[in-house]
């Protein structure tokens, strides 16, 4: 199989921090990860300033502020980013982010961004889509509350401007999410049906949703990523701290080593048991020359050093050359 690509979502855990942006970046890069991700907005624009906090976001921050308060301190600065993709650069890990509006796609693209990461909620707002899609670069489509027609509707936007080259991720939005709820087959239906490749994002609390995904042929997981749970803010104790995130990537390697080649053939290693491990036709007694073999006189032991069960045809019937000793293999030699 292909290797996994894995993001380590930092979203807005760095609490409106470059430092800790920063900080993310190196751990993410220290662990293994293949991208970091960001996420480019200004509250002003995604959020009218009484707009309620969502169901996850009220149990894990202040239920008394508005999510237009709370996304505020969350924003980086537009600066913020060119100094956050330099760094990667510098460290050699990807850099990523989303945009929610075509200004921070447009800020994304003059930094040179090799593909946008579309969130959930947008993938329902097929004019963003289409505004995105047209830089002609890879778009990771998150499909998280979609129904399959808005799917459809989300990816048909995309190749609209010429741009096919798409990931289409599973994701269930509630965090943390319940693994019942993850519906991980529906990534091979999205494939099936729309002809896209996939992937995974993913906030189950485990990583065996994870792990199941790349099994079933998932390209791209995605998870949230955090310096510390204890943190405060609204995805830090739904995501993964770094030894964490570590057994992710880790059992992800060794899944894609699982997997093989969809060859059925033996290993290397095992052939060498072949001899050990198979059996022969071995005289059941002792038969004397002259006896002209039945299936009674014959057993199945190992090693496999004489004629194969499988070839029992080229002994029954025909006459020992020589006197036989029980659990002896039989040989073409000792048969005329």
Do not use: W
Not at 129 to 156: D, H, N, P, R, W
Not at 207 to 223: Q, S, T
Not at 227 to 253: M, T
Not at 272 to 300: C, P, Q
């Amino acid at each position: 199989m292909s290797r996994v690509y894995i993001i380590a979502e930092a979203g807005v855990n760095h609490n409106g921090s470059l430092e800790m942006a920063l900080q993310l970046a190196n751990k993410a890069k220290e662990i293994g990860a293949d991208c970091v991700k960001y996420q480019t907005f200004k509250a002003e624009q995604i959020v009218t300033s009484a707009s309620p906090k969502a169901q996850y976001q009220l149990k894990v921050t202040d239920s008394q502020e508005s999510q237009f308060d709370m996304l505020k301190k969350l924003e980086l600065q537009k600066e913020d980013f060119a100094k956050i993709k330099n760094h990667c650069e510098k460290i050699g890990i990807e850099f990523m982010s989303t945009p929610y509006n075509p200004e921070d796609a447009d800020l994304l693209n003059s930094l040179g961004v090799r593909a946008f990461k579309i969130a959930s909620g947008q993938m329902v707002e097929t004019p963003f889509l289409k505004y995105v899609a047209a830089f002609g670069k890879q778009m990771i489509v998150s499909s998280g509350m979609c129904t399959m027609q808005e799917v459809k509707e989300g990816i048909e936007a995309i190749r609209s401007t010429g741009n096919n080259d798409i990931f289409l991720l599973q994701c269930n939005t509630d965090y943390p999410s319940k693994i019942e709820d993850t519906n991980l087959t529906a990534m091979l239906t999205m494939r099936n049906e729309l002809n896209v490749r996939i992937g995974y994002s993913d906030h189950v609390p485990n990583n065996y949703a994870c792990f199941a995904a790349v099994a079933l042929g998932a390209e791209v997981i995605e998870k949230h990523f955090t310096l510390d749970k204890k943190l405060p803010g609204p995805d830090h104790s739904s995501s993964l701290e770094p030894s964490e995130f570590k057994e992710l990537i880790d059992g992800i390697r060794n899944i894609e080593k699982a997997m093989g080649t969809g060859i059925k053939t033996p290993s290397e290693s095992e052939k060498k048991n072949t001899f050990g491990m198979r059996r022969s036709l071995v005289a059941r007694t002792d038969l004397k020359k002259g006896t002209v073999i039945e299936e009674k006189h014959l057993g199945y032991k190992r090693p496999a050093s004489g004629i194969a069960p499988k070839n029992i045809h080229l002994v029954i019937g025909k006459e020992l050359t020589k006197d036989v000793l029980k659990d002896e293999a039989f040989q073409l030699d000792l048969l005329k």
